[in-house]
C-alpha cells in the first residue's frame, strides 16, 4: 500500500511517521516541509482553555492527546529529542474578569481530574518574578510545552529513518490515484491523505463539497532572547479581555504569542504585529525590553467552517483528510497521527476522533 | 608600497578603494567586510544637522564630502551600482519647537549657499500624504541618501577589480610593519590605515596615546517594506526635541533609526529598541503597521574623545588613522577616501580633513 500524504507540517510529518512505523509505505509532498505555519507556533501544551467549555468532542479529542504525548514523544525519540516537556502551565489573571475567568478554569480541570493550583499574587511573584504583579494565578503542574521547530524536525529524521520518503514540490491536482506536482511529475497513491492546512481545498480534482474549505486565520509571534531565561514557566498572561501567551525555551528563546487576525492567505509580519506583541510582553514582563529581538513571524491556522479539526476518510474513496485543526495543531498532533494511522492500516482509530469525521460537512 | 586596511567597513573599503585607484596594493583585513556599522546604517545624507551648529572644521569637512559625493559615486559605478540619489531631504515639524529648530537650520543652510524651500503643513501633506499632520517643512532638493550595502558592496567589487585584496580574519597586533592576525598568520606591510572604527585601539602594538580609544554608541535601526513605497523622501521628523530618519528605498524598504545608547560593545538589537522605534514611526506615518517588518539590527558607532573624526597620520611612523566619524560615516567616506588616498600616496590631500589630524590626541 502506497500513501501519498500532501501537506508536510506537524500534522501531515505525525501522520506520515505514525504510518510509515506501521509498515505503510509513505511519501509526503510539501514545497517547504516543517516551513509554514507549523514552524511558527508556540507548542505551549495547555490542559484546556476556554475554547473546550461546551465542547464536549473537542474536550474529549484534547484529553485523548494530552494521555498520548508522553508515549508519542519517547517513541519519537528513539530517533531525535522531540523538544517536549512537562513541567507546568501557568495561568495569571492581571485584572478581577480574569481571574473569575481561572476560577471556571479550575472548576473545569478539576471536573476532568487534571491538577490545578490556585496561586496567590505572592506566589505567582515568587513563581515568576519577573512578572508585573498580578491579582492571582493558577498552575497545573502536569501540563507543558513542545518545541515546534524541534519535534518538526524529529519527525522529518524519524520518517526518514524509516524509509518514508519527501517529496519537495507542490501538489496542485489529484487525477485517477495520481498526484500532480507543480512541476508536472506526478506520484501515483493507493491512499491519499490531504493535511496541507489552509491550502488543503485548493489541491483541485475532487468533487465539490468532498473537501471543506479550510479558512486561512493569521497569527503572528514573536521569538526574543535571554541568557538566562528571564520567564520560567510556559504561561498564559490574561488582561483586558485578551490572553498572551508566553512560552519559554531552555535555550533562552521567549516565544510570545499571538496575534489573530481575519486577512485571507496573507503571512506578512507587520509592524503593528511586531508592536503589539513587544507592547503587550513589556505589560506582563517589564523587564523584557533588554530581551534581544530575535524573530517576529506570521501563520495560517487552518480554520474548518465549523472551526473544529476535520480527520478521516472522506467521501472520495481513498482519500483522507486531516486538516482543520486551527490553533491546536501541534496539541493534536499526537492523537490526530494515531487515528490516521489506524484509518490507513484499517485498525480502529481512537473513538475521540469519530466526531470529526470530514462526513459532517457533505 | 604595500598597504594594509585595518577594518572594511565603509571608511575602510573607500580608502582602500581610492588608493588601489591610484595604484597601491591594498590588502583590506576584517573578518566580517562590510558587515558591522556600514551595513546597519541608514545611509541619510543630509546637507546639515544640528551637529554642525558653531563646529565650522566639521561642517567644511561634511561640504568637503558633499561636494565629493557625485564625482566619487560616478567613478565608483564604473563597477557596480552605488544605490546613491539625491531627489531631496525633507525635514518635518510636528511641534513648534521643532519648526523653530527648522528656522535655524534654514538660515544655516542658506549662509551656506544649500538650496531649502519652506513648506507650509498643506505642502508637506501633498509632498508625503502618508504622514500624520505637521506643523510645517524645509525641503532640501539637492539632498538625497545613499544605500550603505550597495554602497559597500559596490566598493568590494571595485576593490576586486582594482586587484586590491581582502583577507577575511581579525587583527589582533602590529608588530615590525606587521599585522598578525588572530589565526597567527601575519601580512607585511609599507604603511598601515587602521580604520576598525570603534574596534580601532584594541589592535595591540602601539605606543600610549598614539591611537586614542574610540566610544562605541549603539544605534538600533528598523528596516520596514512595502510595495509600492508609503514614504517617497528621506526625512527627518522632529517631535518632541527628538528626530526620526525615515528612509525610503526603490525596492519598497523603508529604514527607520535610530536610537542612540551607551551601552559599550554591545550590538544586541533589543525588544525595547524595536518597540521604541515601531512607536515613533507609527506617529509620525500612521498606516506603518501594514509595512512588513523585515529586519531589526544594530551598530556601533564609533566617537573619538572629542566625537570628531579621525583622519590622518599618527605619531606612529607609517601608521594612519581613518576612524572616528560617529554618526557620519557614510556622509564622511568620500573626503575620507580623497584624503586617505592622498596621505598614501604623498599627495596634498583635502585641507578640510586637516584639523581632523590623530595628533590632537597626542
Known amino acids: ?19 510509515a512505523r506501521q509498515g505503510v509505505s509513505v511519501t509526503v509532498i510539501d514545497p517547504t516541509p516543517a516551513g509554514r505555519t507549523s514552524h511558527v507556533s508556540g507548542g505551549m501544551l495547555p490542559a484546556v482553555n476556554e475554547q473546550l467549555y461546551g465542547r464536549e468532542n473537542l474536550r474529549n479529542l484534547c484529553l485523548a492527546s494530552r494521555e498520548l504525548y508522553p508515549t508519542f514523544v519517547a517513541e519519537l525519540e528513539e530517533f531525535a529529542p522531540a523538544g517536549f516537556r512537562r513541567d507546568g502551565v501557568l495561568d495569571v489573571a492581571f485584572d478581577e474578569d480574569a ?16 491538577r490545578t493550583e490556585r496561586l496567590t499574587p505572592e506566589e505567582c511573584a515568587e513563581l515568576q518574578p519577573a512578572f508585573a504583579p498580578t491579582v492571582g494565578g493558577l ?18 529524521t524519524a520518517l526518514d529513518a524509516l524509509g518514508g520518503t519527501v517529496v519537495r514540490k507542490r501538489a496542485v491536482r489529484v487525477e485517477d490515484h495520481t498526484v500532480v506536482l507543480d512541476d ?29 474549505e479550510i479558512r486561512p486565520v493569521k497569527g503572528q509571534i514573536l521569538r526574543l532572547h535571554s541568557d538566562p531565561p528571564l520567564v520560567g514557566l510556559a ?7 485578551r490572553s498572551l501567551l508566553l512560552v519559554p525555551r531552555p535555550t533562552g528563546e521567549l516565544v510570545v504569542g499571538s496575534t489573530y487576525e481575519e486577512r485571507g492567505y496573507d503571512e506578512t509580519a507587520t509592524a503593528a504585529g511586531t508592536h503589539d506583541l513587544l507592547t503587550r510582553a513589556a505589560e506582563v514582563v517589564p523587564g523584557v525590553g533588554t530581551l534581544r529581538f530575535a524573530e517576529i513571524s506570521a501563520g495560517l491556522r487552518p480554520a474548518s467552517p465549523d472551526e473544529l479539526p476535520v480527520i478521516g476518510p472522506s467521501t472520495v474513496p481513498d482519500v483522507h483528510l486531516a486538516t482543520g485543526h486551527f490553533r491546536m495543531g501541534v496539541q493534536l498532533a499526537p492523537v490526530t497521527a494515531v487515528a490516521m494511522a489506524a484509518f490507513l492500516t484499517d485498525t480502529a482509530p481512537p473513538t475521540q476522533v469519530l466526531p470529526f469525521s470530514p462526513l459532517r460537512f457533505s
Not at 189 to 212: K, M, N, S
Open 1 to 19: 500500500m502506497n500513501t501519498v500524504v500532501v501537506g508536510g507540517g506537524v500534522i501531515g510529518l505525525a501522520t506520515a511517521w505514525r504510518a
Open 184 to 212: 508536472g511529475d506526478t506520484v501515483a497513491f493507493d491512499r491519499l491523505v490531504l493535511a496541507a492546512g489552509c491550502w488543503t481545498h485548493q489541491i483541485e480534482g475532487f468533487p465539490e463539497h468532498a473537501v471543506p
Open 235 to 241: 504561561t498564559r498572561a490574561l488582561s483586558k479581555g
Open 99 to 114: 481571574l473569575s475567568s481561572l476560577d471556571r478554569q479550575r472548576s473545569f480541570q478539576e471536573s476532568l481530574g487534571i
Open 139 to 156: 498552575l497545573s503542574p502536569d501540563e507543558g510545552a513542545v518545541d515546534p521547530r524541534i519535534l518538526n524536525a524529529a519527525l522529518l
